[in-house]
């Protein structure tokens, strides 16, 4: 028979387990503390812009019939070639011209192009669907699949299939984000945190969380009391007990704020917590950061002094990349580290009449990183004659698959052939050329592997669970 002790017991484990699941998110299956030896393995870090990049005026065209048609399409809009404010054109390593160049506001990652450390794949994006939802096209490449495919993300697929993980990997993947992104819904190997300072239970009023100097003597706040409730033998208390590894390892790993030089905002805050996670060598795999903002059917504007949108947006992104990219190269980390930066859709070729762009189709995904084969564009330039374009409805087409830049880093970069699950119904690896690395041959899991078959059935009685609430982007 319960006593009403153990019974009480029993009620705040449930209720600790709650708060803590509720505010760490997926359950990390921790270990031990940070390792001091440099990394050994490679890191995948990718940055969605979400809302849908105007791809045509960050990697504008310059010359030739192009430069036409983009200027009598875009008047008010366009990017001049030359000026204070004309675009920044991008050679290639032998000086000659490629007929692009970066908008004016973009310095940071044009210095990395010229280090031969960024490429560009053009006209890139979904070519199994056609479609000028947000929603449906962030999903679509948020998961990887034709469909919804079981809800579970191509991050998540990717970090279940990893070869080499270590068993003291204790941060096997993450988002910096202020919730769960669907990329990694399906692994319980990934952690979610707004800011690591933030990093704590929050379902329950402040002063209850933990013991603070103004508290009432002998208070014990909620997350103080975490690590003496687990140990029982219920699925919740296990799931607990894992949480509050999660909340032990940030705390006790030395993440500092933005160093002087860097520059400033949400964003550039969340590389800098990438760039500290995978410096202190936790076992980083797999990263992902959101940098919306990017829907421009009105006032988008275009370069020049005073207020422009859309120049903000491209410096905000410049800045905080060449930041990232600077920092790791400094800690000798760059050479492991490649990083993705693609948009759910581009957008139209043709301004509208709020001096803005609406939804587009293929745009430019950009790829940097130590071990890049940069200074260079991928991909097939499909042109801007609108007479090509009508098939496409006055939009840039997609000439390659995003998956197929994934594909590469996957194999290349991250030693993961397990392309089928990853990407469920894509196949025909056929590497650009993006990164160094070497080819392996695609292959399939055994369902009796235990690994996640390519629809992730089995988590379907997963719990969500949700990150700290941190300040999102606005």
């Known amino acids: 028979m319960s006593t009403l002790s153990e019974s009480r017991r029993r009620f705040l484990q449930g209720c600790c387990a709650t708060a803590a699941l509720g505010a760490v998110g997926p359950t990390l ?9 440099s990394n050994s393995y490679d890191t995948l870090v990718f940055v969605f812009l979400r809302g849908g990049l105007d791809g045509l005026n960050f990697v504008v065209p310059l010359s030739g019939a192009d430069r036409g048609f983009y200027e009598q399409a875009r008047p008010n809009l366009m990017i001049a070639t030359s000026g204070t404010y004309g675009a920044l054109p991008l050679t290639l390593a ?55 495919g079981g809800g579970v993300g191509w991050l998540a697929r990717a970090m279940n299939t990893q070869p080499g993980l270590d068993a003291g990997d204790t941060m096997p993947a993450l988002a910096v984000n202020s919730r769960q992104p669907a990329s990694l819904n399906g692994t319980t190997q990934a952690l979610t945190l707004s800011r690591p300072g933030e990093f704590a239970v ?42 509050n590894q999660a909340l032990a390892v940030v705390a006790r790993q030395t993440y500092q704020p933005l160093p002087a030089g860097w ?51 491209i410096a905000e992104l410049s800045a905080a990349l060449a930041a990232f990219h600077n920092a790791l190269a400094a800690s000798g980390h760059l050479g ?25 189709y293929g745009n430019p995904v950009l ?91 089995q988590w379907h009685h997963q719990p969500r669970l949700r990150p700290a609430r941190g300040r999102r982007e606005p």
């Not at 959101?290 to 859309?310: I, K, N, P, R, V």
């Open 202 to 243: 929050d379902s329950t009023a402040y002063a209850w969380r933990i013991k603070r100097p103004d508290s009432p003597a002998g208070l014990l706040g909620v997350q103080d009391l975490l690590p003496t409730l687990w140990g029982g033998p219920t699925g919740l208390e296990s799931a607990g007990g894992r949480a």
């Open 367 to 457: 790829v940097l990183g130590g071990a890049v084969n940069g200074r260079r564009f991928f991909g097939t330039w499909p042109g801007l004659d609108p007479d090509l374009l009508s098939a496409t409805y006055g939009d840039l087409p997609v000439t390659t698959d995003h998956r197929r830049v994934l594909s590469e880093l996957l194999i290349r970069r991250m030693g993961n052939p397990h392309l089928s699950a990853i990407f469920p119904g894509y196949g025909g690896y056929s590497p650009l050329g993006l990164v160094q690395g070497a080819d392996q041959a695609p292959r399939s899991l055994p369902v009796a592997s235990g690994l996640p078959a390519a629809t992730g059935r």
């Open 263 to 313: 520059p400033t905002g949400t964003f550039a805050e969340q590389l800098w917590t990438v760039a500290q996670s995978i410096q202190f060598d936790l076992g980083l795999r797999y990263a992902t950061v959101d940098l919306g903002g990017w829907d421009t059917h009105d006032g988008q504007g275009t370069a020049g002094s005073g207020y422009h949108y859309y120049q903000n947006k």
């Open 94 to 148: 032998g000086g000659s011209a490629t007929g692009f160049g970066l908008h004016p506001s973009a310095t940071g990652l044009r210095d990395i192009w010229n280090a031969g450390q960024l490429a560009i794949v053009h006209a890139c994006g979904l070519t199994t669907t056609i479609t000028r939802s947000h929603f449906d096209a962030q999903l679509a490449i948020d998961l990887g699949t034709v469909g919804q």
């Open 336 to 360: 492991r580290v490649t990083v993705v930066v693609p948009s759910e859709f581009g957008r139209r070729v043709r301004q509208n009449a709020n001096n803005g762009t609406d939804h587009g």
């Open 29 to 37: 299956l921790f270990t031990r503390d940070a390792r001091a030896a």
